[in-house]
């Protein structure tokens, strides 16, 4: 049986999160309710019981490549836009419109990395928030990029670095980052 909402505005929280697949513990901090009501809404929303486990420690276990990097990056960015986190604390509503607006660049890129959960994204923004993690702008692209003070590796501007990796060394024109040259530069090599 549900227990009685602490108030209107936590339990529309509490389903807004657990519609997007929010762990229990996430559930409980962003919207200011017990863990026992938690569990309840995320059942009575997925039908499912909650999954157990720990959250991710910290934000530089979601990094665990360029590409990863570069995501997060933009993710935090959002997070940023949205003020998921500010002095006060964190904000439920700016960590659900990351979710929603970062999901939907998702969907339209189909790109081949699972996207970041709602779980991880609210990980990203308490971390900002700590100050563990931060937004460095590139002086070179002039994007901002994530600098995760735990990190031994990932500490420097992963757009760049994706960018260097899809540039042709002979033409620099662009190329796949997996080949050598581009492929008209591999044609002209082979003449
Ligand atoms: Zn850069
Ligand atoms: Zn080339």
Redo the contacts with the bound molecule.
Sequence with gaps: MMQKPDNLRSLAIAHALAERGARTSVIELLAGITQGHARAVIRNVTGDDPRSGLLPVCSSTLISSRRRHSEASVAAGILDLFRAHNKNGLSADGIILTYDTYSMLNSTFHGSLKPLSITELFVLARDLRLGSTELRR?Q??L?K?LYCSDATTYCE?P??LLLTDATCPSCQGLKSTRARLCSECRSQEGR
Excluded: G, K, L, N
């Design positions: 590139c070179v692209c994007s990029w501007c757009h760049c």
